[in-house]
Each structure stands twice: as structure tokens, then as C-alpha cells.
């Protein structure tokens, strides 16, 4: 089954760290990569740029409303995403748990990632 992995940490907090922290960090997560790369696990793997070059897209009298820059709720953006490959949920919150940044007030968000009624629902290749 497959799960995502929805790494959330403050954008803020992210940037007040030191060089040489978020460097270790880096250097974990792509350890971590490779391992999980290698064991079979990891199927996607990207890192999002800042909230602040964003844009959300949401519905107003049914037309699009579009906000530029960041419009969260809450503390935590989503810095990036691992689509991983598990036998079941207890896996995915294992590999989730050594994801480095979580050691620094960042959260993962493991979600199973529904299948439709051919299969998964696979991105289209460009």
C-alpha cells in the first residue's frame, strides 16, 4: 500500500536555525533517501520551494479567487512529500518517524493514498 508522507515544519523556525544544523539535517534526510531509495520503499520524493511563492486557488461565487504568497492557517507549511511503498500503516509511521526535521519541531502527516477503482490514481508523465 502506499502512503504519503507530508513533512510540515514552521518556515520561520526553518530559517532561524543555524547553517550548519540545517546542513546536518540535509545531509540525514538524504541519507535517509538512499536508504529508503534502496530498500524498495520510496516511490516520489520532492522538496517545495517557500510558501511565499505560492499561490492558493479557491472558489468564490463560482468563479476562482487566487492569493498570492502565503495564506495558511496554521504554523506549518508543507516543505515536501515522500510517496512510500509499505505493507501497512505501523511501516509508514516508521519511516516517517526518522524523517530529521521532525527532531527540530517539523511533523509528518502520513496519509494512505486511496486507490480508485483501476488502481492508484498515477501521475501523467510530461
Not at 91 to 109: K, N, Y
Request: charged fraction near 25%.
Amino acid at each position: 500500500m502506499q502512503y504519503l508522507l507530508m513533512c510540515c515544519i514552521d518556515e520561520e523556525l526553518w530559517a532561524k536555525l543555524p547553517d550548519t544544523q540545517k546542513g546536518k539535517i540535509m545531509r540525514e534526510y538524504g541519507e535517509l533517501m538512499q536508504a529508503i531509495g534502496t530498500s524498495g520503499h520510496l516511490r516520489a520524493s520532492v522538496k517545495l520551494g517557500p510558501s511565499s511563492s505560492s499561490a492558493t486557488v479557491r472558489e468564490k461565487n463560482g468563479k476562482p479567487v487566487i492569493t498570492d504568497g502565503p495564506f495558511t492557517e496554521t504554523r506549518e507549511q508543507i516543505g515536501g512529500y515522500h510517496l512510500v511503498e509499505c505493507r501497512g500503516l505501523d511501516e509508514a509511521i516508521s519511516i516517517a518517524a526518522r524523517i530529521p526535521t521532525v527532531r527540530v519541531g517539523g511533523s509528518i502527516e502520513v496519509r494512505p493514498v486511496e486507490q480508485a477503482s483501476g488502481g492508484y490514481v498515477a501521475a501523467a508523465v510530461m
